[in-house]
């Protein structure tokens, strides 16, 4: 009965090692004493690029800073791109994906994340204002360039019947829209509303969005390794606590960001209202 007793708790003791490691990323952040978070490179108004530093900042920076403050850690961001960011996290270059990514089934069942988005956001499309295309169902037979993985490809081929051609980022897929081989560049809305509203407004006067209407508006959420269990959680209550005290809408009111769902979602969650995760999916 000893025998079989100490070799239970030895399994028991195994067995907990084992769960330990299996999400062991907010150990690993603390002894290294630093949090490095993949955001969006310069892509205002999300990621702000500091000519002096030669480091991106901006609304999605300081969000990974307050998780940061929060672990009593630094923090270190790096630029990721459609066809960088997954493969970044999960090989270990960055802890947190916090970067202009929406919730889509395809994402969830290779990677993880905090159910409470922190945006809610859909696509817009950039044309020429010479171009007649005024609806999204303007766009068949067109061709719509957007950033490559861009979970806009799908409903532009087959609902709006658009000929899509995925491009690294947005600076290309709008160089090619300028130079002719796109008839739309579809990318998230605040970022193309602030390429024609922000500093470089006077390059892109003969060129406006479309329509008002946001393609497939989807929650934005923070992304994690799969089987993080304890680090989708802390994340996600820092989440829920940015909407109760605002911050969402402090931060996107100073950079630049749409804030009209980050008003209301602050508004109910100081209620006790709010509840927006996306769809539930085993998110291990």
């Known amino acids: 009965m000893i025998r079989r007793a100490a070799g239970a708790a030895v399994l028991l003791a195994l067995l907990g090692h084992g769960t330990a490691w299996a999400d062991a990323t907010l150990e690993k952040i603390k002894q290294r004493g630093k949090l490095v978070v993949g ?4 892509s205002p108004p999300f990621g702000v690029l500091d000519p002096a530093t030669g480091k991106v900042g901006g609304f999605q920076a300081e969000l990974g800073l307050d998780i940061a403050r929060r672990l009593g850690v630094q923090l270190e961001t790096v630029p990721v791109t459609a066809s960088t960011r997954v493969q970044f ?24 994340y905090a159910p409470t988005p922190y945006n809610l956001v859909g696509g817009a499309a950039m044309v020429s204002k010479k171009s007649g295309i005024t ?9 719509a360039c957007v950033s490559q993985g861009s979970n806009y490809a799908k409903p532009l081929q087959e609902t709006y019947g658009a000929v899509v051609k995925g491009l690294r980022n947005i600076p290309e897929s709008l160089l090619a829209l300028k130079g002719g081989t796109c008839d739309a560049s579809v990318h998230i809305q605040p970022a193309l509303y602030e390429v024609l509203h922000g500093k470089s407004a006077g390059e892109w006067t003969a060129f406006a969005l479309a329509t008002p209407d946001q393609l497939i508006p989807s929650p934005t ?14 994340v996600d209550n820092a ?46």
Not at 103 to 112: A, G, K, M, P, Y
């Open 39 to 42: 955001v969006d490179g310069a």
């Open 89 to 112: 996290l999960q090989a270990g270059k960055v802890d947190l994906l916090i970067a202009n990514i929406q919730w889509t089934q395809e994402r969830s069942e290779i990677l993880s």
């Open 221 to 234: 959420v923070i992304w994690t390794r799969r089987g993080e269990a304890d680090t989708r959680a802390y």
């Open 135 to 143: 609806r999204w169902e303007d766009l068949r037979g067109k061709v």
């Open 239 to 284: 989440i829920r606590d940015w909407h109760r005290s605002g911050l969402l809408v402090s931060e996107a009111e100073k950079w630049g960001v749409p804030a009209d769902y980050l008003r209301q979602s602050r508004d109910k969650a100081q209620k006790g209202e709010f509840d927006a995760a996306p769809p539930e999916t085993p998110n291990p």
